[in-house]
């Protein structure tokens, strides 16, 4: 279904997006294992490249992404997952999303919503 | 703005969503020359992996797509470009998205709309 020798660490990006406001909340890479854990679980799950690890989004903060539906490109190596975004935030620095930044000129301005503390859901 | 340095082949991915009803149109990536060639003309330009080249998306179809709005992720390593499609099709296949299939049970359905012919477009 997904062609992963597309590239060499078998990791391939997941475009994530809210099931029904279409908002784009962040990107992510994943393996097939992360795939098949996705597929079975229904909970969004990625290959962390910083920590080298499976990680189900949210495992510490508890902002879990179920899966609504999965979108697949012509090319089969790149994909949508359409989620219900638990807690309403999918970014670490507790904005909504990921994308909270605007060009404007030569500068980038801070247009998205920040919806928690990221001090108080992950600690200092 | 951005950390072209993120990748060991200086590509950063481009999230490409329609900026009126916000459907993911499609995935592709750019380099530092593009990324200066689509801030200079409004129009979306990209790196193609496949020619290793400068690739203006639109060049051969006409399916040019004029920049709206770009917004930044919070690493610096993925951008959003909200578009405007002209010719109402992004991908090569002649759908309107890349992502015109959809996961079900073990099997990818198409859910996607088909807007063009490609060989009338591309040629044979």
Redesign the interface.
Known sequence: ?LNFNKTKDGLL?A?V?DYK????L??AYFNETAWQMT?KTGKAHYWSRSRNALWLKGETSGHVQLIH???????GD???FQVEQLGDAA???G?RS??????VG?A?VT?GEKVFDPESVYGK
Chains 1, 2 share one sequence.
């Open positions: 279904m990006p475009i997006q406001t279409l908002e784009i962040m990107l597929l539906a999965i979108l697949v490109d012509c090319d790149t994909v949508v970014c670490h620095t904005h990921c994308f909270f930044r605007k060009v030569e980038l247009v």
